[in-house]
């Protein structure tokens, strides 16, 4: 039997209580993922390998839908801001909501047959992720990007595609703003 519970998520830590699960990703396990290699190198030897951003879970057994933040760090890599792996869900079936509680940022989507999609991330925007599509987060601000994710237990995650053919464009820092880009 589950029983109902109220659970208290802080818009600006990303802090979930109570909590199921946690994870971090820090720079020196991004390889592959920001386009200027020989930058993230140095800042993983400089910066000491920081965090780049961390995942929460609230998740019940018996349950089909779980929930939880997501917190990007603000920083760049070279000229790329600091950004999630990305991915689409195992589950080709299966969509997501990702709700912004604090920071700015852009959520990168790409069709299974190519198409990319942009929705910006700020306070009070919730982002309808569509199945099939993939996704990634960017954190275009100076501040923390916060956001709750809400999707199917089932859903997973397939990351392969994206690390191999990545996600078709790219959001870089140029003359002190963000620039969405095709990346080449
Ligand atoms: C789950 C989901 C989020 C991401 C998280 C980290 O389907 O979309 O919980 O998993 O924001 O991003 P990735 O998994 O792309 O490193
Ligand atoms: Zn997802």
Known sequence: MVFPEGVSIDSST???????GRY?????ELRGIF???????????????PIVYEVVEYKK???????????????????????????????????EVYYTQ??????????RAGETAVVEMKRGVCA???????????????DKLV??????????????????KGMSKRVLLREGVANIVDDA
């Open 102 to 111: 604090h920071g700015s940022g852009v959520l990168l989507l790409k069709s």
């Open 61 to 95: 057994e018996g349950s089909d839908i779980f929930f939880g933040t997501t917190t990007v760090e603000p920083g760049v890599v070279g000229n790329e801001y600091y950004m999630t792996r990305g991915h689409f869900h195992a589950r080709r079936d299966m969509a």
């Open 128 to 142: 309808f992720i569509p199945p099939d599509w993939a996704h990634r987060s960017i954190n275009t601000g100076k």
């Open 35 to 49: 386009h200027d290699r020989t930058a993230l190198e140095e800042a993983v030897a400089v910066r000491g390998d």
């Open 24 to 28: 971090t990703k820090r720079l020196s």
């Open 14 to 20: 990303g802090h979930v209580s109570p909590e199921t």
């Open 147 to 164: 956001f709750v994710w809400v999707g199917n237990v089932a859903a997973g995650h397939d990351y392969g595609d994206i690390l191999e």
